[in-house]
């Protein structure tokens, strides 16, 4: 089973940018389609964007809240899929979580973002 680690996280002002990588270990990350989820407290985990798998082109998907402003791209040579956040708002606040579409990976511990005003 896949398991993944992200990191990246910090606290910026808003108008700021981060980029976060989540390490895969056990599976590859290029042969599923991987997503990044973003998680405030008392509430669910949110899908923020995903990006397909090689054999599907790569192609990537954005929830309309970040579309324009956060990129999700894979490096198969690592293993490691980064979420590059642009433009950051105070309401992206929380924490970033990487895993398959599915989420039927391990998941980690994920990494706090936070945007100040």
């Keep these: 089973q896949g398991q993944v680690a992200e990191s990246g996280g910090g606290s910026v002002q808003a108008g700021g940018s981060l980029r976060l990588s989540c390490k895969a270990s056990g599976k590859i990350v290029k042969n599923t389609v991987m997503a990044w989820y973003r998680q405030v407290p008392g509430n669910q985990r949110d899908m923020v964007g995903y990006i397909s798998s090689e054999i599907s082109g790569g192609s990537t998907y954005y929830a309309d809240s970040v579309k324009g402003r956060f990129t999700i791209s894979r490096d198969n040579n690592k293993n490691t899929v980064y979420l590059q956040m642009n433009r950051l708002k105070p309401e992206d606040t ?24």
Excluded: L
């Excluded at 929380?94 to 005003?117: A, D, E, M």
């Design 94 to 117: 929380g924490v970033y979580f990487c895993n398959t579409r599915g989420g039927n990976w391990i998941w980690g511990q994920g990494t706090r973002v936070t945007v100040s005003s």
